[in-house]
């Protein structure tokens, strides 16, 4: 009776090098536990992996819109260096008496060209803003998934210390039974 109600049994027969059934369980428990452990490492590892590999794939796709987006500004600016050669070529050909029409058309332009330098710098600055707010966003995330890991490792931590008071006295226990047991015996 006392070995089917005795849950510290493997830790004898492991130590003694029994080859009965309880020690063919319990190394099979033993065998399933660094399985399940080897898994779950391997789990987190390809968590990581998976979850750097996003974050490269967000970095290049961030970086090549970046590109996209200065070669698009590049081609405007040509665009408009164009247009601003042309103009100025054409108001060289013109007469004398269209000098004061042609000054206010340049007014015009540099005015207008000051309005979409503007609007250029607005919308690099906003989407500045957005790319500072989606990584801060990842950069969030990846703290709490952090603090959740250690959370858990802390919550684990206290159950093996709740669980080693609890193995401790009831190995006192069992050992004080024992006694009782044998002197009883020798009582007998």
């Known amino acids: 009776a006392f070995l089917v109600t005795n849950p510290f049994k493997r830790v004898t027969a492991f130590k003694s090098g029994a080859k ?28 990581k992996t ?5 974050l490269d794939d967000q970095m290049l796709e961030l970086e090549a819109r970046r590109r996209m987006e200065k070669a ?3 081609a405007e600016s040509q665009r408009v ?6 103009y100025n ?11 004061r029409e042609l000054e206010a058309m340049r007014k015009e332009r540099a005015r207008e060209m000051t ?3 503007a609007r250029h710098d607005q919308v ?13 966003k990842v950069k969030k995330q990846q703290a709490d998934d952090y603090e959740r890991m250690m959370q858990r490792k802390r919550d684990n931590h206290v159950k093996m210390k709740l669980w080693r ?22 009582d007998f």
Do not use: P
């Open 81 to 86: 260096l164009g247009d601003v050669m042309a």
């Open 165 to 186: 008071a609890e193995n401790e006295n009831n190995l006192a226990e069992k050992k004080r039974l024992k006694q009782q047991e044998q002197q009883a015996d020798r």
């Open 115 to 117: 309005e979409t330098k």
């Open 89 to 99: 070529t054409a108001a060289e050909q013109r007469k004398h008496d269209q000098l």
């Open 72 to 74: 698009a500004r590049d």
């Open 124 to 136: 690099r600055e906003e989407r500045r803003m957005e790319e500072q707010r989606e990584i801060d």
């Open 20 to 47: 009965d059934e309880w020690a063919q369980m319990n190394d099979m428990v033993v065998k399933a536990g660094r399985e399940a452990e080897y898994q779950n490492q391997q789990a987190q590892r390809n968590k």
């Open 50 to 54: 998976s979850f750097k590999r996003l």
